[in-house]
């Protein structure tokens, strides 16, 4: 469900006509829609509104700062990778009592950084980290909350690149490490374990790999309880999915029910870290046709868009719906639609059937809300597009375009 829709023969972003954002702020540019937004936030949310929870958006999905405010407003908490995360998700007011910090990597500053600003807790992937956080804490008298995140080992069936869940994976303990951890964790000082942590990868569309995670998380659990260990958080991650083409993931309803049902007699709090699916379809990038071009062997369709603004295609050879911005009926063809930037690897879509479209005319790539803007660079010194929030019939720059004195700027 989202609030982009075609009215008197062309596209709207809520009740703002996309052609005229385009005018007005220029291309490529990244439209959000705020009720999209609220309404993926509050149907995610009020799916586990029978068990203690808190729905942290993971601020990698989609970071700036107004869209993690409008986040918070609703009452999200946020799942954070790294100290410039936590320095958003604090920038956006997020109360630091609903912040989780997760990753692999966590260096001293950024331990101290989060130790300072009180998060609610960190989900630990490694020994060597705890052991890190224990000195970090213990330096500034503190005791530090955490999780450990443990790795079930359970295939999400989907792209190599974005499955965490998997004994190869990097990502995590394996449930016998975890055990050891457990009870390190007791021993040290500046350590409070009050939680378990698992994410087993993004884009998931079926439930089952969810219920199997959970489950071998649950009879862990009980294994630490009767080791005397109590913990009271449970972070289930992200992960679910979203029809970005034929896919059919589980509704949040679906999902919520399957793990209330299972977790509601622990007591233990649930956290939940949803990023694409409260982002991916509040979000689409808009193109001009710069221009189109005839080969013997194929018709490319060259936008002003390139894998720097969107790299999921070239990344995960991912599908992002494309569509004119007004409509024109005519006839298909089939088409990449590529970029300006000099690899042949920069494509927005490959072999698609597009209506023939035409310099000068604006497309819509559908789906560019989650992992879009916050994965995009300015490879080629390309200016990064201008972000716009629509709410309604207003819309406002939540971030400007950057200008070649940014490309610069911290080379001088
Ligand atoms: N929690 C943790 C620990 C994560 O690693 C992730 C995503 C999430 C939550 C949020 O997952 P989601 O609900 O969005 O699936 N760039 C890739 C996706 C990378 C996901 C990384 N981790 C893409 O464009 O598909």
């Given at each position: 469900m989202h609030h982009f829709e075609y009215r008197n023969g062309e596209l709207y972003a809520e009740d703002v006509p996309v052609r005229?954002?385009?005018?007005?702020?220029?291309?490529?540019?990244?439209?959000?829609?705020?009720?999209?937004?609220?309404?993926?936030?509050?149907?995610?949310?009020?799916?586990?509104?029978?068990?203690?929870?808190?729905?942290?958006?993971?601020?990698?999905?989609?970071?700036?700062?107004?869209?993690?405010?409008?986040?918070?407003?609703?009452?999200?908490?946020?799942?954070?990778?790294?100290?410039?995360?936590?320095?958003?998700?604090?920038?956006?007011?997020?109360?630091?009592?609903?912040?989780?910090?997760?990753?692999?990597?966590?260096?001293?500053a950024e331990i101290r950084q989060a130790l300072e600003a009180g998060i609610l807790m960190f989900n630990v992937e490694s020994m060597q980290e705890l052991e890190r956080?224990?000195?970090?804490?213990?330096?500034?008298?503190?005791?530090?909350?955490?999780?450990?995140?443990?790795?079930?080992?359970?295939?999400?069936k989907t792209h190599p690149y974005i499955s965490t869940g998997l004994k190869?994976?990097?990502?995590?303990?394996?449930?016998?490490?975890s055990l050891k951890a457990y009870r390190r964790a007791q021993e040290l000082d500046g350590i409070e374990p009050v939680g378990i942590d698992c994410h087993i990868g993004s884009q998931l569309t079926s439930i089952e790999p969810f219920i199997e995670a959970l489950d071998r998380v649950m009879r862990f659990y009980e294994t630490l309880k009767s080791e005397g260990i109590n913990i009271t958080y449970l972070d289930l991650g992200g992960g679910l999915g979203i029809?970005?083409?034929?896919?059919?993931?589980?509704?949040?309803?679906?999902?919520?029910?399957?793990v209330s049902e299972r977790i509601k007699d622990s007591g233990l709090t649930l956290i939940l870290e949803p990023g694409r699916v409260i982002a991916g379809n509040a979000g689409i990038l808009?193109?001009?046709?710069?221009?189109?071009?005839?080969?013997?062997?194929?018709?490319?369709?060259?936008?002003?868009?390139?894998?720097?603004?969107?790299?999921?295609?070239?990344?995960?050879?991912?599908?992002?719906?494309?569509?004119?911005?007004?409509?024109?009926?005519?006839?298909?063809?089939?088409?990449?639609?590529?970029?300006?930037?000099?690899?042949?690897?920069d494509f927005l879509a490959q072999d698609r059937d597009l209506p023939g479209v035409e310099q000068g005319e604006l497309l819509a790539l559908f789906s560019a809300g989650a992992y879009g803007f916050s994965m995009s660079s300015q490879y080629n010194s390309r200016l990064r597009a201008a972000e716009v929030l629509v709410e309604g019939s207003t819309a406002r720059v939540i971030r400007r375009r950057e200008t070649y004195a940014d490309l610069t700027a911290l080379e001088e």
């Open positions: 005229q954002l385009a005018r007005e702020y220029g291309t490529p540019l990244y439209i959000y829609s705020s009720s999209t937004f609220a309404h993926h936030f509050k149907a995610f949310d009020s799916a586990f509104s029978s068990i203690p929870h808190c729905t942290c958006f993971s601020v990698k999905a989609c970071s700036n700062v107004n869209i993690l405010r409008l986040l918070g407003s609703l009452g999200a908490g946020m799942d954070i990778v790294s100290g410039g995360e936590l320095h958003r998700a604090l920038a956006a007011g997020i109360p630091p009592e609903r912040i989780v910090y997760s990753g692999v990597g966590k260096k001293h956080i224990a000195s970090v804490a213990g330096e500034m008298h503190l005791v530090a909350r955490i999780s450990l995140r443990v790795n079930p080992d359970v295939d999400p190869k994976n990097k990502f995590g303990l394996d449930l016998e490490q029809p970005y083409h034929a896919e059919e993931p589980p509704h949040p309803v679906e999902y919520g029910r399957v808009v193109t001009e046709v710069v221009y189109t071009k005839d080969t013997p062997s194929k018709h490319f369709v060259i936008v002003d868009a390139a894998m720097n603004d969107l790299v999921r295609p070239s990344l995960y050879q991912s599908y992002h719906r494309i569509a004119e911005v007004q409509p024109k009926g005519r006839p298909e063809r089939n088409v990449d639609v590529v970029g300006p930037i000099c690899e042949s690897g």
